[in-house]
């Protein structure tokens, strides 16, 4: 087992202002990990995962059920917490429904209590679709990564992919990646890649990694590599701009969600009903092949849907799901055609539920859609 | 479905937005207020009738009021008089349109609607009464592609202008989920809103009963719709009809599958013994989802206490 030794303890951040200390550790690769008897410098990012939460109180109940141990900081909204492999976490709770948690740990540790964190009721992941990521300007793109696969039920599948799952023994094919990094022109690849491939077009944006120096000094830079499922992992020297980006990367979400409940969900009020249902068309012709299927898939309450309820055929092909978010238990209507999914989000529901719904359709079904809310996602960064 | 839900759905659809499908009374401001609620109407001065169309929209925007009335068949000369000779004052007294409204400028839009096939009789008729009574109540015809004007006119010109053409539609895109079932809808349609809403109080740890009136109007513990649009201002028979239609289904899955878990207390009442969590929740919603398929085939549903879920709920947890 590996003893990680961190010249500035975490006991030392008793607020906001002492994170930089702590977290730029990382940053500056100024750690040591101690592994039988021999002593290596370590490189971990810095990870903050943007989180999208219903807090109740100051959110420690929440936090209780995923981590080992929370104590407080001398913040109120800022906590320390304790996964079981004793990794360490700085939990911001400031923006009640979008904290965001910073850690030095090791990704496959923290990725995986993180997604115990954002599977617990009145917790999610902020879900940044594709055409979201693209819309944000960070810096200067310097990489990109594309993601994948149809491990989701009713859904066309090569007679390629098939077969390479059965040599490999698997029931699904392995997922398509393809990563491009620190790269003078990956902003002009990624376009011709997504226009000239078709799986480039079919697949949906994973990653994009930005370098920033603007602001940062003469020197100081900060790369971000800004995930799809809301992950942000950063390396450089400037702190105060891998903060900006996730305030940037925050308020746009954040902005997002309240366009799509205060624009969008159907509510009665006081002069009549008003809102607008939303749309995501499949335009990638034949991807879904049997929508009952499909429809059995999401409203089965398993991940990445997090969906439960009950479905019927409304029109031959055509389905009509009333169902339940898991994520807080608020209601949603689905229609699901070869086509398209439509989606009735009610008064009071949470819009996290659109986000999930976009980014996984990308990821799983096809990322050549369209929708009745990009204007939305379009970001205004 | 039935066809006085697909009209009510499609213009519900018109007036809010819906992709791909027209915006007619979005455009001229017309919002939904009413669903099937009565109207006292002053035919002449020695006589009033009640009408009750499927929908009201009321336009601030053009101090209008759209009264939709959903025909198959049948036409009743006075109940169409109700419609031509609707009024301002007749939507006031019913709380339908703000007091403060403009009576004398307001304009009430009455219109039909009946599904292509059905047109011949109902536009003959609505013709023979235009003339007799120097009326224009308007029939609008509707197919899977189109609306269009099949007698009279609209009092709302950009309405009337379209409908006199041939509003395009698609089915692909017909709304279905504003209004998802009335009183006299099959089962099945409305067990699916009737479990969703059911399942959001299950995993509520702040709903510990609740009514029958919750379901269908709203839980006062919570900030979202029940699942029938404007419940309290429907007809108390209206009202009582559906009472009666979701307490059926819900004491069917009570009875059949969650009897350890809710506890009735009255003709209208429950309570619960406690919510669901981890494996919980997808046994009930695979129970849930059985019990929809079986009444959707009509099918016979599981003996009492035979299957009931809670056990298993319990089982797994433990």
Known sequence: ?381 | VKEELRVVNALIGMSVGVPGWPQLLKQEGFRLVALEQEISVRIDPARRCLIKPEAIFFSVDRNQTLLVEAKSASFNPKQALGYAKATAADLVAMGLVPPDVDQLGHVVVPCYFAPFGHEDDLSTSIGSFNHERDADLPLVVYSNHSMYLAAGSVRNRTLHTAFDGHVAISEATWPTTFVPFDSDSPKCDIAGPVVQVLMQYLLNDEINNFTVDDIAGGHTSTATDGCVRYFQRLGPSKRAQIRSRITEIVEELRISYLSNLITRTGNHDWVLAGHLRGRGITTVNQAFQEYRALVEQGQALPPPRQRDVLGQVVADDD
Request: aromatic residues 8%; proline residues 4%.
């Open chain 1, 1 to 381: 087992m590996a003893r990680i030794v961190r010249p500035v303890s975490p006991l030392a951040v008793r607020g906001r202002a002492d994170l930089e200390a702590y977290l730029g550790q990382s940053l500056l690769s100024e750690y040591f990990e101690r592994q039988e008897g021999r002593t290596r410098q370590v490189a971990t990012s810095l990870k903050t995962y943007m989180v999208e939460a219903h807090l109740a109180g100051d959110g420690r109940g929440l936090l209780a059920n995923a981590f080992e141990r929370v104590e407080n900081t001398g913040d109120d909204l800022l906590f320390r917490a304790y996964d079981n492999s004793g990794e360490v976490y700085f939990v911001d709770a400031l923006d009640p429904r979008l904290p965001h948690v910073h850690t030095i740990g090791h990704t496959n540790v923290t990725d995986a209590t993180m997604a115990k964190v954002t599977r617990q009721p009145g917790a999610d992941r902020c879900w940044l679709p594709s055409r979201l990521l693209l819309g944000t300007q960070l810096g200067r793109l310097i990489g990109f990564r594309f993601f994948h696969q149809r491990t989701v039920a009713g859904l066309f599948d090569s007679e390629e992919s098939r077969q390479l799952a059965k040599e490999l023994g698997r029931t699904s094919a392995p997922p398509f990646r393809m990563s491009v990094s620190e790269y003078a022109h990956a902003d002009r690849e990624l376009a011709s890649l997504r226009e000239l491939l078709p799986l480039g077009r079919r697949a949906a944006v994973d990653s994009l990694s930005w370098r920033t120096a603007e602001g940062t000094g003469s020197d100081g830079f900060i790369h971000d590599q800004v995930w799809g499922t809301g992950k942000i992992a950063a390396y450089g020297t400037s702190w105060p701009a891998h903060l900006n980006n996730v305030f940037l990367l925050r308020d746009l979400y954040r902005d997002a969600l309240e366009l799509l409940e205060d624009g969008y969900a159907i509510r009665d009020a006081e002069t009549g009903t008003e809102g607008e249902l939303l749309n995501i068309w499949f335009a990638e012709p034949g991807v879904v092949v049997d929508p009952r299927a499909l429809m059995d898939h999401i409203c089965s309450g398993q991940e990445p849907f997090r969906l439960v309820g009950t479905y019927a055929e409304t029109s031959p092909g055509r389905y009509l799901g009333h169902l339940v978010d898991l994520h807080v238990g608020d209601p949603v209507t689905l229609e699901l055609s070869k086509d398209a999914l439509r989606v009735h989000l009610p008064a009071g529901s949470c819009a996290n539920v659109l986000m999930r719904l976009l980014l996984n359709v990308e990821r799983h079904l096809t990322a050549e859609v369209a929708t009745s809310f990009d204007a939305v996602l379009a970001a205004r960064a």
